[in-house]
């Protein structure tokens, strides 16, 4: 079955534009999370959607924001970029069972604000 | 405070040989999970192994076990017979409580160089 797919691989944008990202999940996962990779602060969570309501948020200026649709993609928004945005971006999806376990992750977007 | 620790920012490993990475965490939660996860250079995190904190036994998935001391709040990952291709970024992660909060709480990974 297919996997996590982010899009796009790749982005490069500059001081004060916004971007969006976009998850699609595993297909029957319900719940995607979103997490910042960076060299200084490492991973870190920034949200989790469940059935299109954001469940979980992390510690984020209001900046950041995502939004999950009907068949569970996800997408997160940042505006006004800054330079320290500048990270891998990835998401994760899950069953979201109680016995569920396994998050699966994307290969990530990179981004680069200049 | 920090809630995973892995204390070794680089290791290099033999081929063939077995080598262990550090975790210890920090909950007060009586239920939560750990996690390990392997990130080539790709960038893809890739699953390799969970323990429950109720769980009896060690959690193993082929080449991977998790020695997981409960009193020492360890749950350290081992690799038995390294392949180059285990060259990777390795981190410990943690999830804390049940269905109502499933974030995950990363340390800050090992990078693991197996030399042939």
């Known amino acids: 079955k297919a996997g996590v797919t982010q899009t796009p691989r790749y982005l490069i944008k500059t001081r004060g534009q916004q971007v969006t990202l976009s998850c699609s999940p595993i297909?029957?996962?319900?719940?995607v999370s979103w997490y910042q990779q960076t060299p200084g602060q490492g991973l870190q969570f920034l949200f989790e959607?469940?059935?299109?309501?954001?469940?979980n948020k992390g510690n984020f200026p209001g900046r950041f924001s995502g939004r999950q649709f009907s068949n569970s993609r996800s997408e997160m928004n940042v505006s006004t970029l800054e330079l320290g945005d500048s990270a891998l971006y990835l998401c994760a999806s899950s069953l979201d069972s109680v016995t569920s376990v396994g998050y699966t992750f994307g290969s990530g977007t990179r981004l680069t604000v200049v | 405070a920090q809630k995973i620790t892995q204390t070794q920012p680089g290791m290099f490993v033999q081929e063939k040989e077995a080598v262990t990475l550090d975790c210890t965490y920090d909950?007060?939660?009586?239920?939560?999970?750990l996690f390990w996860y392997k990130q080539p250079s790709s960038g893809e995190m890739i699953f390799l192994i969970y323990?429950?904190?109720?769980?009896?036994q060690n959690a193993t998935e082929g080449r991977y076990s998790l020695n997981f001391q409960k009193a020492r709040k360890s749950a350290n990952l081992v690799i038995s017979a390294s392949q180059l291709g285990d060259s990777a970024m390795y981190f410990c992660?943690?999830?804390?409580?049940?269905?109502?909060?499933?974030?995950?709480?990363f340390g800050s990974g090992t990078r693991l160089q197996v030399q042939p």
């Open positions: 323990q429950g904190s109720y769980d009896q």
């Open positions: 992660a943690m999830r804390e409580g049940g269905t109502g909060r499933r974030a995950l709480t």
């Open positions: 909950t007060s939660d009586p239920s939560y999970g």
């Open positions: 959607y469940f059935s299109e309501t954001q469940r």
């Open positions: 297909s029957g996962h319900r719940s």
